[in-house]
């Protein structure tokens, strides 16, 4: 499934900008998630992205941001603190709320993990949660800091180095992780859980997994990563988490497993579509049994989910096209290859359209469509592919006058 990606800002706990990427199916999402990077990390680390990229190419769209004072995102590090980034969890997921649909999801990775499992509680429409290589503990972090705690706590501060970065740590910091307390929040959670941790995590030890599952109610599950790094930086590691947790949340969601089926259409009915309340422009299109997507591009308004209405009309005309073609081929036995049609469609002045039937005024849709033939067509071929290709129903239709009879339901 394609998947792309769209970036967006919120306003966070401490009044700046958070940087996030939002990380979209093709088609209507089946729910959304939002992931919490590891400490000092941000958004854009090769576990996070992947992660996304990989639960939305399984339907499932994933925000990913950069708490206040990382990556791209406003405010300063050294004035946040656990709780800080619990609000900032809780404000993405009041943004995914009003913009597009709240968080059924909340994913954490190292002291994220943390951090979703104190916020996950406080977001009602969160049916199910997942850590990766969490601490139990929020005050694991504290470890990094070693030989600056004096430091910190006889000036105030101190610079620390983290992961080949310098970052200021303040005694607010330090209090803030002091006050935590996760063991009662995890009891408390009444949310679905998934832990998945590496038994060899040199940076949280998988005696971490152990306190938080047993800490948990169920239904819980615990995956073990066998030989996974911490930060998850080989691609199979991240590839195996998205595909593992993207399989276990279905039966949490709502709607279970059978979510965006295709729905039975009335008799006489070829195709219904239904706004699916995602963005401003994205609709559901049911056929027969199958199901679709359409939508406008980014700059029109849309999310770029799907095709748009006047490319739609252009896929019946090709299709439509290609497929009388090949009745006409078959028919005749002609020894030819596969054919393609290609499309292009604008809107043009009649006076500017040579082929355009005098009396037309104003503008006309001007569709331009090119035949070729797997392993050439022979030339003798070209008036006759043209003439068939003419009496395509749907090439009929566009040409001819139709009638579009419209009622409302009462």
């Known amino acids: 499934m394609a998947v792309h990606s769209l970036k967006v800002e919120f306003e966070g706990s401490q009044g700046g900008k958070l940087a996030a990427r939002l990380d979209l199916p093709a088609g209507t999402p089946r729910a959304f998630a939002l992931f919490a990077h590891c400490f000092t990390c941000s958004k854009d680390i090769f576990a996070a992205s992947r992660i996304a990229g990989e639960l939305a190419g399984h339907g499932i769209a994933v925000l990913r941001f950069d708490f206040t004072g990382l990556g791209a995102s406003e405010g300063e590090f050294a004035n946040t603190n656990f709780s800080s980034n619990v609000q900032d969890l809780l404000r993405a997921a009041d943004f995914l709320r009003a913009n597009y649909q709240a968080p059924q999801i909340m994913i954490g990775h190292s002291l994220g993990g943390a951090a979703v499992l104190a916020a996950a509680g406080d977001v009602p429409e969160v049916r199910a949660v997942a850590t990766i290589g969490a601490p139990a503990d929020a005050g694991h972090v504290v470890h990094n800091f070693g030989a600056h705690l004096d430091e910190i706590s006889e000036h105030g501060e101190a610079t620390v ?35 998945f941790h590496a038994p060899l995590d040199k940076t949280v030890g998988i005696e971490n997994a152990g306190e938080i599952f047993s800490a948990a109610k169920h239904p819980k599950s615990f995956i073990s990563l066998d030989d996974a790094d911490h930060l998850l930086s080989r691609k199979r590691d991240a590839i195996y988490v998205a595909d593992v947790l993207s399989s276990w949340v279905q039966r949490f969601l709502d709607g279970g497993a059978d979510a965006g089926q295709s729905v039975k259409l009335p008799d006489g009915v070829e195709a219904r579509i ?12 049911w056929t027969g049994r199958h199901k679709l997507v359409a939508d406008e591009p980014a700059e029109f308004g849309g999310h770029d989910t799907g095709p748009g209405p006047y490319d739609f009309l252009s896929v019946a005309l090709g299709a439509c096209t290609s497929m ?31 082929e355009c039937a005098e009396g037309r005024e104003g503008r006309v849709d001007r569709f331009e469509r090119r035949i070729s033939v797997e392993g050439g067509a022979p030339p003798e071929l070209h008036d006759k592919l043209i003439e068939i290709a003419g009496k395509c129903p749907v090439h009929r239709t566009l040409e001819a006058s139709s009638v579009v009879v ?3 339901d009462e």
């Open 161 to 195: 180095m983290l992961a080949g970065r310098k970052f200021n740590i303040k005694k607010q910091f330090i209090d803030d992780l002091a006050g935590q307390v996760q063991h009662d929040r995890i009891a408390k959670l009444k949310r679905a859980l998934l832990v």
């Open 324 to 354: 009388t073609l090949r009745m006409y081929a078959d028919r005749k036995g002609l020894d030819v290859g596969r054919f393609t049609v290609d499309i292009s469609h604008q809107k043009v002045h009649a006076k500017d359209c040579e």
């Open 406 to 408: 419209t009622t409302v």
């Open 274 to 285: 239904s706004e699916t309340g995602f963005g401003k422009f994205q609709q559901d299109v």
